[in-house]
């Protein structure tokens, strides 16, 4: 018979019995009960942000916005009064959060549903002023009430803190939800076959046009070649340089990288601007105009445009080769050592082992590299925004530059006949492009994972 010291009923703590313990703030709270009531406005809280984050998409909630503001403070104001009168000590900053939303509900209530005038370029709904209000007084509340239900324990701080941090992140997801289901819907209802094989462009011998994306798509997929076609070389060369030589160059070469990737986008979009104007010399049916400016052939001369595709493929390369220096000198680096031993033992040199075993297992971090860089270079509408044209002359390598996402931004502010025919397939062409860029980024996924079991997979398994 085992004998216990002290207490003859009491038995060593087990592990099932730890298992089954409360948390340290739940715990806590269960020793102060008046901690209880911060329950009330912790639910509120939440009803709160989620009819907050739902005005995001429609503006149904306003029927209940100035009430939840109100009965937000109310229960924030009746757990602030309990805990007073139970501990005798005053929550200000909790008397603060109450008055807020009460004085901001009572307002709401009293302001016109719509809002116009006052310098406005528009009309406003009341939920462009509730919405934000109640999200952020509910957000706030919420991680009091959490840090005052489990009584400033660690693991309340650290949940108050998680409830003031996930809110903006559910903001911002409702926000990209939103686009992203409309133009999906809107898209795939006003989607034909037929805008895949047609370009636009005036019928002849007719004041009408007709509805397609063909240029566009064409002009995508030429964009995103020539841009890689420009970029691998240099990015690989950048990626080995700061791997395997490291040095004065190599140290140029990162820091050069750096700011490249750094630099505004519209920097690089207005260089190109720059030296399409000094193009502006040459005559137009010169190779230098063609290749800088782009043109199309009228019947009696050509007629310059603002910008090539090889132009716009050359400095949308600029943007893409830190994306293909950076991942090359990763996968470099990730080389397991023994590897490299191995190969310096057998005597193999500089070179060869560059060639048969350091680029070949930094092969899927490349693949992966090259694909989102044409997935970048196909939605970077910033470089070619001032060059760019809606495809009506055809697609070559000399001809005005166009893609998917200009297609997309002309369909509002793009030529007049454009306009009309084509703003209400806006979505469409969106569409095309989110299809684009998520298979492309599909696409980098398989590789990456293939390329890495052909030439990893005997050493990593």
């Known amino acids: 018979m085992t004998v216990y010291g002290g207490d003859a009923t009491a038995a060593p703590t087990t592990s099932s019995a730890r298992r089954f313990r409360l948390p340290a703030g739940l715990d806590e709270a269960r020793q102060h009960p008046e901690s209880l009531v911060y329950a009330l406005p912790l639910a509120v809280g939440i009803i709160g942000l989620f009819v907050s984050l739902l005005a995001v998409v429609s503006n149904a909630t306003d029927g209940i916005m100035s009430a939840l503001l109100v009965l937000l ?7 602030v009064a309990v805990r007073r009168a139970r501990t005798g000590s005053l929550d200000r900053l909790g008397v603060g959060l109450a008055l807020l939303p009460l004085v901001t509900g009572l307002l709401n209530a009293l302001m016109p549903v719509w809002t116009f005038g006052y310098d406005l370029n528009g009309i406003l709904h009341r939920t462009v002023f509730s919405g934000p209000a109640l999200f952020v007084f509910a957000t706030a509340i919420s991680a009091l009430s959490i840090r005052r239900l489990l009584v400033a324990a660690p693991s309340g701080q650290d949940l108050a803190l998680g409830a003031v941090f996930m809110g903006p992140i559910l903001l911002a997801v409702m926000g990209f939800l939103f686009v992203l289901v409309g133009i999906v819907v809107n898209g795939a209802s006003k989607f034909q076959l037929s805008m895949l094989t047609t370009a636009w462009g005036q019928i002849p011998g007719q004041n009408a046009y007709n509805v397609g994306y063909l240029n566009n798509i064409l002009g995508t997929f030429l964009l995103i070649g020539l841009t890689l076609l420009f970029a691998i070389l240099p990015g690989v060369g950048a990626g080995v340089f700061m791997s395997e030589y490291p040095g004065r ?4 070469i990162n820091f050069c990288a750096t700011m490249l990737r750094g630099i505004a986008i519209f920097i690089i979009g207005a260089a190109a601007i720059g030296v399409v104007h000094l193009a502006d010399a040459f005559d137009s049916n010169s190779f230098l105009s063609l290749l800088l400016r782009g043109g199309w052939d009228d019947g009696t001369r050509i007629q310059a445009q603002r910008g090539s595709f090889v132009l716009a493929a050359f400095f949308m390369a600029m943007l893409v080769m830190p994306i293909i220096a950076r991942l090359t000198e990763e996968g470099l680096r990730s080389v397991p050592r023994e590897m490299r031993e191995g190969s310096v033992g057998l005597g193999a040199t500089d070179g060869y082992s560059l060639r048969r075993i350091l680029l070949p297992w930094a092969a899927p971090n490349v693949m992966t590299a090259l694909i989102l860089a044409g997935a970048e270079a196909a939605g970077a509408l910033a470089v070619i925004w001032f060059m760019a044209s809606v495809g009506q002359h055809g697609v070559n390598l000399f ?12 369909s509002i502010y793009g030529p007049r006949p454009y306009y009309d025919t084509m703003l209400e397939n806006q979505d469409v062409g969106a569409l095309l492009l989110l299809v684009l860029t998520i298979s492309l980024t599909l696409i980098a996924m398989l590789l990456q994972r293939r390329f890495a079991k052909r030439y990893r997979g005997s050493i990593t398994a």
């Open 249 to 252: 160059l190599a140290r140029v």
């Open 73 to 79: 403070g109310l229960a924030q104001a009746a757990a």
């Open 399 to 410: 001809s005005s530059v166009t893609d998917l996402d200009f297609a997309v931004f002309a």
